[in-house]
């Protein structure tokens, strides 16, 4: 057991932790607080594949930016506690094999990989390479992106303004 | 006995770096007991009155009065609240505040020492990462929580109020604050707060001037400046941006219902959240440890001693003269120590040397945080709406320009 | 975020069926008793779409004390005391008033040496009055600094009372047909004194608020009272005076010795916080130009007119209003021939102009609120009474 390797294991524990506290947690702001828990858990592990920029983005974005607008509308709309309900019907059918399904795949498609993956030199972890990928390389589907959030941004007021 | 010695030299590195915790914990506390003093000295001074003085000499026992107090308080649990989220609100707040300022480094020159005859170097300052801007935001930015969480988890309105107005306040200030350093980060060509202070260093205007980044070129970062104290002075929830804790509006908004020790951590949290951005902005604008003198002028290297003497012989002075008797034995005391440090400093060139770049990052720092007090006593508050206003219509574009007019600036001069 | 602030603004007016942002419910707060913003123990009942105010109701009564009923079981003498605790930052403004109505209804007149004393302890006490207002409007708004200078100002213009008549809050200063007590050696001195300081001073708190960004921010455009609406209310004072209607009853209806001093009176154009602001501060300036022609015109002479120990009025009423540092305060006495008035009513101020507060509060913010109610410059010993 390496170092690196416990703090892997913590992380993704907490990762997982957070996660299934998110789907169990009974109030929103509970779940929301396991979600910003997972964020970080994430960055954690950019973090120790050497991916500092990632990281650091990751709980600037997700975990401040993006995660206070969930914990502000939470606030904001005063949103009680949810009520348990027992599974829906097609939950039960179709959802507990579909979700044992992904998880096997997942886990194949992780174990098949997990060699060429670890070989594979890190050509997008600092901050110079990165944004060589992003400005250089990726230019088109980058500037597409942000185009797509715009129109997104700008649904989003169309639809507020309706509401009025 | 030697085994544990053995153990703790093959891992020295765990040891300096869990020593320089302590002791970084230790002095900020303190420190941050002092600068309610301070401030609250300050604030007493410019509203023509004495501020606190019955606590030892000069109230300087007061921030050990206030901390028994916290300390001793009786600590209420008001009824339906979240009990975990209420307690982890001020924790939180404490500590993403506190952790924040092991990235920023105080010096240039790292620390030499030997202990049992093994050489040992450390750098001033406890971690030195090469994205220590970036990681300092995303502490900044999960520290909203703190007080988001607080307003959330007291049911009860006003701090609910006070939370969504931070909430709504640090996410548009957190914009304009990362986007105000883009500059400064262009200019420098790095994240690391070490190496966006070497790229400072030196002098322009025939040597007269220091190559600060607030007036250097190839573009100077005034505007980045302007902007990133505005929003830094919203980001910690200072006057006049301290609407979540407006006393007058919503009594105190999101620490309303926090009492005690818990209190406290709000209000240390504050405070060092404060010391952090007067860091920040004095490394990314202000040359960071660099003297604003030129380094041929060598008279300048004893400033600190002068300084140092000139307060202790006031102190010595005034403590004479004072009314108590712990007075008449502290005061002068304090002051005997100042003038004895000075003479210190004169006759350890060494030493005198090695605190030069501590000594003009802190000074540099205190100015801000005398600016800071200066405005809570000078303006009103801002109105959520204006505030709002400020952060979207005037400080981004603001910033965002500034970042343009870097970028052509680099690329039409390039970096210097 | 931007939206939150600018949304509800058209709708939150027209106060139509809860229609919110998000469609999340409105939140009703209490504001006060006990808020530090609320000068005492108003309660102010906001409905609130975030923050936006989308109704209010002011539940007053927490300091009533029933001071009109006292008046019927004590004699004229008895109760002039009692007023002082009314407007209790503006005592002697209270106690002029009730002492006017009284000799008005006996048919006494003070003789003008007790006149022109009393004109000058009155706006001495407006300028207390005005001051302490502004001390407390700031902080409201969030500066810190004017309170402690006011209070610094404030200071100077009690102790004068305090020496004059030895209290510094309920005064008690006059007394029914003249004065009880002479103006003391040095008073025309310290008033002078005062004056001359004041001037300056005050420059210092407009070099704070006046010219600053925010300060303007916060108070232009806030909690506009146009002058139909005002007259409407029956708000009266710098309130009304600062909405562009020019009535003063120190101009209109002179008392005391008003008529013997020239001053102008100021008045507003928006009707706004802001305006408001400029209007007390010019009235300060007013009040210390009245005390300095008072100062040299004090006429030699009695201070006290002939009234008997026990006061006996015919019967009759009598409605006789003065110009406090809140607005028209009236007191309507009604004897029937003995020695304790049958009826006292008094018409204070700050309940009138209270009364404005939720036409100027709909639709703003709950910072705003503040802010008005600090304007409106209440003190709920004579709300409540």
């Known amino acids: 057991m390496t170092p690196q390797l416990i703090v892997f294991f913590v992380l993704a524990a907490l990762a997982v932790l957070g996660a299934v506290t998110l789907i169990a947690a009974r109030h929103p702001i509970h779940s929301a607080l396991a979600l910003i828990v997972v964020m970080v858990a994430l960055a954690g592990l950019y973090l120790l594949q050497g991916a500092e920029f990632v990281a650091a983005v990751q709980i600037i974005v997700y975990g401040g930016a993006i995660m206070v607008l969930f914990v502000f509308v939470i606030m904001l709309l005063n949103a009680g506690e949810e009520e348990r309900t027992s599974l829906s019907r097609i939950a039960r059918v179709a959802g507990i094999p579909l979700a044992l399904a992904l998880s096997g795949f997942l886990a194949a498609a992780v174990l098949r990989s997990s060699h060429a993956a670890a070989q594979a030199p890190v050509t997008a972890a600092s901050t110079r390479g990165l944004s060589m990928l992003l400005f250089r390389e990726f230019v088109f589907p980058f500037e597409l992106t942000s185009f797509l959030i715009l129109v997104a941004i700008l649904g989003a007021l169309v639809l507020a303004q309706r509401e009025n | 006995m030697t085994d544990i010695i053995n153990i703790l030299r093959q891992h020295s590195f765990l040891v300096i770096a869990l020593v320089k915790c302590g002791l970084l914990l230790f002095i900020l506390l303190t420190v941050l007991a002092y600068l309610s003093l301070f401030e609250r000295k300050v604030l007493a001074h410019i509203q023509s009155r004495w501020g606190p003085y019955r606590v030892g000499p000069h109230g300087l026992l007061q921030p050990l009065a206030d901390g028994l107090k916290f300390l001793f308080k009786e600590d209420p649990m008001p009824a339906g609240v979240d009990r975990f989220v209420f307690l982890l609100a001020p924790f939180l707040s404490l500590a993403l505040a506190l952790t924040s300022l092991a990235v920023i480094p105080f010096g240039p020159q790292p620390l030499r020492f030997s202990i049992l005859g093994t050489q040992y170097e450390t750098s001033l300052g406890i971690v030195d990462l090469n994205i220590g801007l970036l990681v300092l935001f995303a502490i900044t930015a999960l520290g909203v929580y703190g007080v988001a969480l607080a307003g959330w988890a007291s049911n009860s ?227 959520y709406d204006q505030l709002m206003a400020i952060g979207w219509k005037i400080l981004l574009p603001l910033s965002i320009a500034n970042v343009l007019l870097t970028s052509l600036g680099i690329l039409k001069w390039g970096l210097r | 975020m931007a939206e939150t602030t600018q949304n509800g603004a058209g709708q939150a007016g027209s106060g139509s069926a809860p229609h919110t942002l998000l469609g999340a419910d409105e939140l009703i707060l209490n504001m ?84 022109v004393i009393r004109t000058l302890l009155t706006e001495l006490q407006r300028i207390a009055s005005h001051l302490l207002w502004l001390a407390t409007h700031a902080l409201d708004i969030g500066a810190l600094t004017p309170l402690f200078y006011c209070f610094r100002e404030r200071e100077e213009i009690l102790k004068i009372l305090e020496k004059y008549c030895g209290a510094r809050l309920t005064t008690h200063a006059f007394r029914i047909g003249g004065l009880q007590y002479d103006a003391y050696d040095t008073m025309e001195k310290d008033v002078e004194r005062f004056c001359a300081d004041f001037l300056k001073r005050i420059v210092e708190y407009e070099d704070l608020l006046t010219g600053n960004r925010i300060w303007l921010g916060r108070t232009k455009g806030v909690g506009v009272l146009s002058g139909e609406d005002a007259i409407a209310m029956g708000v009266t004072g710098p309130v009304l005076r600062a909405s562009g209607v020019q009535w003063d009853i120190r101009k209109a209806m002179p008392y005391a010795a008003y008529d013997q001093f020239e001053f102008d009176i100021p008045i507003g154009k928006n009707g706004d916080t802001f305006d408001r602001y400029v209007v007390r501060m010019e009235e300060m300036r007013q009040s210390v130009r009245i005390c300095r022609q008072a100062i040299g015109k004090i006429p030699a002479g009695p201070i006290l007119a002939k009234v008997g120990k026990v006061l006996k009025p015919p019967v009759g009423e009598v409605y006789h209003a003065i110009e406090a540092p809140k607005g028209e305060l009236g007191y309507y006495i009604v004897s029937d021939g003995t020695v304790q008035p049958y009826r006292v009513r008094i018409r204070p101020p700050s309940f009138v102009n209270l009364q404005a507060f939720d036409k100027m509060a709909r639709g703003h913010l709950v910072a705003d609120v503040v802010a008005i109610i600090g304007t409106l410059d209440i003190v709920l010993g004579e709300v409540d009474r």
């Open chain 2, 157 to 383: 309105k006003y701090p609910l109020l006070g939370g969504l107005r931070s909430s709504a306040q640090m996410m548009s200030y957190e914009l304009a604050l990362t986007m105000s350093v883009v500059g400064v980060i262009l200019m420098a060509g790095s994240f690391n707060l070490r190496e966006i202070v070497t790229a400072q260093e030196g002098r322009m205007f025939f040597g007269l001037l220091p190559r600060w980044n607030v007036i250097a070129g190839p573009f100077p970062q005034i505007i980045g400046f302007f902007c990133y104290f505005v929003a830094a002075i919203a980001e910690t929830n200072r006057a006049p941006f301290d609407l979540p804790e407006a006393e007058s509006e919503l009594v105190a908004g999101f620490n309303t219902e926090y009492a005690s020790f818990k209190f406290a951590m709000f209000f240390m949290g504050e405070y060092a959240n404060m010391i952090t951005v007067s860091c920040l902005a004095t490394i990314m604008f202000f040359g960071g440890w660099t003297s604003p003198f030129p380094s041929a002028w060598s008279w300048t290297h004893f400033i600190p001693s002068a300084l140092l003497a000139v307060l202790g012989v006031l102190l010595l002075i005034d403590g004479i003269r004072y009314e108590t008797i712990l007075g008449k034995l502290v005061l002068p005391g304090v002051g005997t120590a100042l003038c004895a440090l000075s003479a210190l400093l004169l006759f350890f060139a060494p030493v005198n040397n090695y605190i030069q770049g501590p000594f003009w990052f802190l000074l540099k720092v205190f100015i801000f945080i005398f600016f800071y007090v200066w405005m809570r006593g000078t303006l009103p508050r801002f109105r």
């Open chain 3, 32 to 115: 006060g008793p006990q808020h530090p913003s609320t000068h005492g123990v108003l309660r102010v009942k906001l409905k609130l779409d975030g923050e936006r105010v989308a109704g209010s109701e002011c539940v007053i009564g927490y300091l009533h004390r029933g001071v009109e009923k006292i008046a019927e079981h004590r004699s004229y003498q008895q109760f002039a005391p009692y007023v002082d605790r009314m407007d209790y930052v503006a005592a002697v403004s209270n106690g002029l008033g009730y002492c006017e109505a009284v000799e008005k209804l006996m048919g006494v007149e003070a003789p003008p040496r007790a006149k």
